[in-house]
């Protein structure tokens, strides 16, 4: 069976920062692979596509893992003919939607005012270009700037341009450049007529095209021209463009069919294979080979180059819940490697990563990395140094606070002193105690695999810590003062202030790691199940006071209009499944098969919510398969009503 057909890679692209279906890019890479490449139909800051645009400004290298994060490393490749533009609002062209293939391996399209199909296929680091002109103008390949400044070498001789830029967005990232090598076959072009215009960031250069069919072989590092050639040699060498094409396309049947369903339904085959798909996206490579063989990574904490894996473009506070247990089911070797990947911050900066975009960007609250790090312990993925070196990382950002709030646990020191964050030191100071406590638990969890038995009654002491925020008059968690008082106003539909993305409906059941204890907060599981069922069948209210305005979360919640439950966002995740740790597993199979349903399709407008570097997308298999990890970090899976006939994870029948 080919999987490859049933992959829409632009579910979740019709999106909008008002209105996300998704926040997805159509991307066209290798696995886990370390260029991507899009098309750019409008230049728009993290929205620079949508699948309902006619047009087009060319095909680009992206990194992207957000629109709210947005891109680094990047340029756009643009055919070029008649006037000739350095930037791309001025060299944009239609095309025909119809006629563009959009696959994970392999991407065309035709420009219409050049008359030229651009195609193009991935390797890891590198990617083989094919342009194919419908007449003889004389036509140029420009290669256009998108963020940061631009420099360009042309090596006449050799034909071959030398770039660099230096765009990145938020995150720390010391001396970060990333050079490109791209390779022409010397009689495709004239480079007597090649040339460069605009200076930094408006730089742009236009290789001189000389026959109606061109290719083009490219490829990046972060390191050196030296090693973007190196990449070239060795992941296309002497390999025609088809058969990169086909190298490509084996490695993305093999990930896609590591999972096999058998259902009737063609709309949930294209579903689940277009989610699963995006799960084998993220995080990305960010590691090289030198000519001896030996692996080397750009240290962004101080533009060092150091030996060992690395991966970035990952959101902890996300990908925690959904992706790293669905990897211990059908990617453990890519787990464990992953893993060190990360690991290998802590020794390079002093704290573990928390959302990286090739630096430390930090944006969302918490070290969740906390639960991909028990996760991968206690199902026995990872070296023991690795761990070892994981729990270390775990320990200092437990008991410290760093002087840059983009790394580690914010109001930590706080968190020691009252066992809670106080709601006047950091904002969202329930998810921040809860997400504490939960991390505490984690540490338990790895100390307790690694043997170090002396934290482990600590860390489970420590991650009964939610308890001091719940508010039993209401029945919601609550922030408090230094004094440990609550607020007197209080709305539990009111977003933000002391939450994360939500309101206190969302996220006042953050507790994975003792939901029982939970209940007894509550006086009892009929009490809890009781405040489930309210949240379910509540008004999708919300209010804007935390942020003063409306975000969009707020408005997919109401649109979708699951109650309270927002399925449109991670932290309503866990909440169907409660019910079947209560004992009334009859709601959840009801509610989990009402939101697969109903909140999901293989559309472009496909998801209920942001997708979040594969985080919604495993949701979504997880809950069609039958199963759920509650909590990251133990080994129990919550099982639900199987929503296809049969199912199989390499090969093993679930």
């Given at each position: 069976m080919k999987y490859i057909p049933l992959v829409n890679i632009k579910m979740g692209t019709a999106s909008h920062p008002r209105r996300s279906y998704g926040n997805t890019l159509p991307l066209t890479q290798i696995p886990f692979g370390m260029v991507?490449?899009?098309p750019q139909t409008e230049s728009r800051e993290g929205w620079f596509?949508?699948?309902?645009?006619?047009f087009v400004e060319g095909v680009r290298l992206t990194h992207q893992p957000s629109p709210w994060i947005n891109d680094y490393g990047t340029f756009l490749m643009t055919p070029q003919n008649d006037v000739v533009s350095d930037n791309a609002g001025g060299a944009w062209s239609g095309y025909r939607i119809k006629d563009a293939v959009f696959r994970p391996d392999y991407l065309k399209i035709h420009?219409?005012?050049?008359?030229?199909?651009?195609?193009?296929?991935p390797t890891e680091r590198c990617a083989a270009v094919k342009l194919t002109f419908g007449d003889d103008r004389p036509s140029y390949l420009s290669f256009l700037p998108t963020k940061g400044e631009y420099s360009y070498t042309l090596?006449?001789?050799n034909c071959i341009l030398y770039g660099k830029t230096n765009g990145h967005s938020g995150d720390r990232s010391v001396n970060f450049n990333m050079y490109f090598t791209v390779v022409f076959d010397k009689d495709s072009v004239d480079f007597d007529k090649s040339y460069q215009r605009g200076d930094g960031r408006n730089t742009a250069v236009h290789i001189a095209l000389t026959k109606k069919e061109v290719e083009v072989r490219l490829g990046i590092s972060y390191i050196s021209h030296e090693l973007a050639s190196l990449a070239i040699e060795r992941e296309c060498g002497d390999k025609s463009f088809d058969e990169i094409i086909e190298s490509a396309e084996k490695e993305w049947e093999e990930k896609l069919s590591r999972i096999e369903i058998e259902t009737e339904d063609s709309e949930q085959m294209k579903t689940f294979y277009s989610c699963l798909y995006r799960?084998?996206?993220?995080?990305?490579?960010?590691?090289?080979?030198?000519?001896n063989g030996n692996i080397l990574h750009y240290a962004p904490f101080d533009g060092s180059v150091r030996r060992g894996v690395r991966y970035t473009d990952n959101g902890f506070w996300d990908t925690y819940r959904t992706v790293y247990p669905l990897y211990t089911l059908m990617?453990?070797?890519e787990f464990a490697e992953i893993l060190e990947g990360f690991v290998t911050d802590y020794p390079e900066c002093g704290w573990l990563p928390r959302w990286t975009a090739m630096g430390e960007v930090g944006c969302m609250p918490s070290t969740l990395i906390d639960a991909v790090i028990a996760e991968a312990a206690v199902n026995g993925i990872g070296k023991r140094s690795v761990l070892e070196t994981a729990l270390e990382g775990m320990l200092h950002h437990a008991n410290n606070e760093a002087d840059d709030p983009r790394y580690g646990r914010n109001g930590a020191i706080s968190y020691l002193k009252y066992g809670y964050m106080p709601r006047e030191e950091v904002h969202e100071s329930v998810n921040l105690t809860q997400d504490s406590a939960y991390g505490d638990f984690c540490i338990a969890k790895v100390a307790e695999v690694l043997g170090r038995e002396e934290l482990?009654?600590?860390y489970m002491k420590r991650s009964k810590n939610y308890k001091n925020i719940f508010d039993p008059t209401s029945g919601f968690m609550r922030g408090k003062d230094k004094n440990g008082k609550m607020a007197e106003f209080f709305d539990p539909c009111s977003w933000g202030g002391e939450y994360t993305e939500g309101s206190a409906w969302q996220n006042s059941f953050a507790v994975p790691h003792d939901i029982l204890g939970l209940a007894e907060l509550h006086g009892g599981k009929e009490k809890l199940i009781a405040k489930l069922d309210e949240l379910f069948t509540s008004e999708p209210k919300y209010r804007v006071f935390g942020y003063n305005n409306e975000i969009h979360e707020m408005t997919e919640m109401a649109l979708v209009d699951f109650g309270q439950m927002a399925i449109s966002n991670q932290p309503s995740f866990h909440l169907p499944f409660i019910y079947a740790l209560l004992g009334e597993q009859e709601k959840t199979d009801y509610y989990v098969e009402k939101l697969v349903k109903e909140a999901f399709s293989s559309a472009d407008n496909g998801y209920p919510g942001d997708e979040d570097n594969g985080t919604t997308s495993a949701w979504y298999i997880l809950a069609t398969l039958g199963m759920y990890r509650f909590c990251p970090g133990m080994t129990d899976w919550v099982y639900t009503k199987k929503l296809v006939k049969s199912a199989k994870i390499r090969g093993k029948e679930i």
């Open positions: 991507s490449f899009c596509f949508h699948p309902t645009h006619e420009m219409l005012r050049s008359n030229c199909t651009f195609e193009i296929t090596d006449k001789e799960t084998f996206l993220f995080p990305h490579k960010a590691y090289e080979y030198d000519e990617a453990k070797e482990v009654d600590e």
